[in-house]
């Protein structure tokens, strides 16, 4: 391309970014709003794993303990399908609300977070619609097949192996972030004690899912893929373990906390 036409492509890229993240600070107000009916939505998908996870430690769950298990309970009560149209609104809007901070925020980590938050939640909202629409699956189904395809390539077992640390490390920092009370800063005022104590309950206990997805990932580069069915793969290998029913039952009260304090800070959060 020749100089001057690229320096006009460039020109207009640069003009479409500009109006963009006019666009975006001009409704970041307003989307804020409307996101936080997606934190209550969170908090519920929350409370529903945290209620499978609990099953799973009692022995009485047959079916998959991830959000996609979480879903299809909802999808099998009546009017069900209607609850998840209402859950798939509610986290598309803050699905909305991350997009616009991956493009207005002030720190680089707070853009980075917004937009993995973002993907979260649209993953969730298309498996709201799915199991709405009647053709919900489990994402650790899916989670396994996109392990066993890279496993394939050439050098998939490395990249299952840094997928794995990096998912164990987010178990990590989401431990480190719960007993540093970092959560704090994404409520608008002060907490009360209770508040706090569900915080790092809820924070903790994601932290502890997470690292053990990690771990289960790395292993999977074995071969043993189905070590890589996602949450619900995590939650049945705590049980496994000595005293693990009892881990995993402080584990599910931890996501219900989490669940909880979604729920009562989903009208004043000032992020996600």
Same mark, same amino acid.
């Given at each position: 391309m020749p100089g001057p036409a690229r320096s006009r492509a460039s020109s207009e890229v640069r003009s479409h970014v500009r109006r963009g993240e006019a666009f975006a600070q001009a409704h970041e107000h307003g989307l804020k709003k409307v996101g936080r009916? &997606?934190?209550a939505a969170d908090g519920?998908?929350?409370?529903?794993? %945290?209620? #499978?996870?609990?099953?799973v430690a009692l022995g009485g769950s047959g079916g998959s303990a991830d959000s996609g &298990?979480?879903?299809?309970?909802?999808?099998?009560?009546?009017?069900g %399908?209607? #609850?998840l149209w209402v859950l798939a609104l509610g986290l598309a809007a803050l699905a909305a609300w991350q997009v616009v901070v991956a493009v207005t925020g002030g720190k680089t980590s707070h853009r980075l977070s917004a937009a993995v938050k973002a993907v979260v939640a649209l993953a969730l909202v298309v498996s709201c619609v799915r199991f709405a629409t009647g053709g919900g699956s489990s994402p650790g189904a899916q989670q396994q097949t996109l392990t066993q395809r890279v496993l394939?390539?050439?050098?998939?077992?490395?990249l299952v192996v840094l997928a794995g640390l990096v998912v164990a490390g987010v178990g990590v920092g989401l431990v480190v972030r719960g007993v540093r009370k970092d959560f704090e800063e994404k409520v608008e005022g002060s907490l009360s004690r209770p508040l706090t104590a569900l915080g790092v309950a809820g924070w903790v206990a994601r932290g502890v899912a997470f690292a053990v997805l990690g771990a289960l990932v790395v292993v999977s580069a074995t071969g043993d893929t189905g070590k890589s069915r996602g949450l619900d793969a995590a939650f049945r290998e705590i049980a496994a373990q000595p005293?693990?029913?009892?881990l995993l039952l402080l584990v599910a009260l931890g996501l219900a906390a989490y669940g909880v304090f979604q729920l009562l800070t989903a009208h004043r959060r000032a992020r996600a």
């Open positions: 009916a &997606g934190v519920v998908v929350h409370l529903l794993i %945290a209620w #499978l996870a609990a099953q &298990g979480a879903l299809g309970q909802v999808a099998a009560q009546p009017f %399908a209607v #609850l394939e390539a050439p050098g998939g077992a490395v005293f693990g029913v009892v």
